[in-house]
């Protein structure tokens, strides 16, 4: 394998180890949703990584046990800052970049489509009902530009 093609598959917890680090290094540091991690909640990315790690072990290989709440850490921070469709753009575009950048394959696939869709979803509950139903504000809108930005990464 050389430094410019991803050839494997993400194969299990050692693999998503690898890219939760690279994935929340690169969110941390990054200026439009770093500061929810930062400024925001505080997070500490020893604790944190742990129960990222078995929330996606859980939904790819469904191999951990992830027991906790995911919706509400993101309900204390959207009520904080209000998290916008372009912040959950931003979310996903670096999450299909540091997967592509190191795997490929059907669980690659896999953990892209999961994350946009838990991305979506989390954006709908987010926004509810006071989020309008057309234009950049609409429920569920994750900009299509960051998305298809992946295939450039
Ligand atoms: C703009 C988008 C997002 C931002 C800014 C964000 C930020 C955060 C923050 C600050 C926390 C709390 C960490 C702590 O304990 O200090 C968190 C937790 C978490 N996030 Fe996100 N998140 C985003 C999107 C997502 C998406 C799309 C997913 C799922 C694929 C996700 C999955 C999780 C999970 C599983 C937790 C851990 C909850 C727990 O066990 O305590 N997040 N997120």
Redesign the pocket.
């Known amino acids: 394998m050389n430094h410019f093609a991803a050839d494997a598959d993400i194969r299990g917890r050692a693999d998503l180890d690898v890219v939760l680090r690279r994935f929340y290094t690169a ?1 941390f540091a990054d200026r ?2 770093g500061p ?2 930062t400024e ?5 990315l020893e ?2 990584l742990p ?2 790690t ?3 072990e859980r ?1 790819l290989f469904r191999s951990a046990d ?1 027991g ?3 919706f ?3 309900a ?2 959207h009520s904080a800052r209000a ?1 916008t469709g372009a ?2 753009g ?3 575009q670096l ?1 299909n970049a540091t997967i592509d950048g190191l795997h490929r394959g059907p669980n690659a696939e896999r953990a892209k489509a ?6 979506l ?3 709908r509950r987010l926004a509810g009902d006071s989020a309008p139903l057309h234009g950049e504000g609409r429920v569920g809108f994750v900009p299509l530009a960051a998305v298809e930005l992946r295939s450039v990464a």
Do not use: C, K, S
């Not at 925001?40 to 500490?44: K, P, R, Y």
């Not at 999961?114 to 991305?119: H, K, L, V």
């Open positions: 969110a439009q949703i929810f991690f925001i909640a505080g997070t500490d604790v944190h129960r990222i078995d929330f996606w939904a992830y906790r709440n995911a509400a850490p993101h204390a921070l998290m912040d959950f931003r979310w996903v999450w999961q994350g946009e869709r838990i991305a979803a989390l954006h």
